[in-house]
């Protein structure tokens, strides 16, 4: 269980970002980062301005990283979605 623990802190990376006039860092797995960035060039908006828009948007009661990694996945379902076939 250790090993575990450890392996997944260490797949995190940590970015500090200023939103809102303080400083802030979040932990995220490089995957994420990585569809976040994606989604932010299709938006035309840089990373910060992206997160600054999830920080400002999201429940309260969810933590940002969390609220990043949600947006990422749906994003990324949204994008895998098939049209649904006429019936005829």
């Not at 970015?15 to 994420?32: D, P």
């Not at 301005?49 to 948007?57: G, H, Q, Y």
């Amino acid at each position: 269980m250790r090993a575990t623990r450890d392996m997944t802190a260490s797949s995190l990376v940590k970015r500090s970002l200023a939103l809102s006039g303080h400083r802030t860092s979040v932990a995220l797995e490089q995957e994420f980062w990585d569809a976040l960035d994606a989604l932010a060039a299709t938006r035309g908006q840089t990373l910060i301005a992206l997160v600054a828009a999830e920080d400002a948007a999201r429940d309260p009661a969810r933590s940002l990283a969390s609220a990043l990694r949600v947006l990422a996945l749906n994003t990324a379902a949204a994008r895998h979605e098939q049209p649904i076939p006429s019936q005829m």
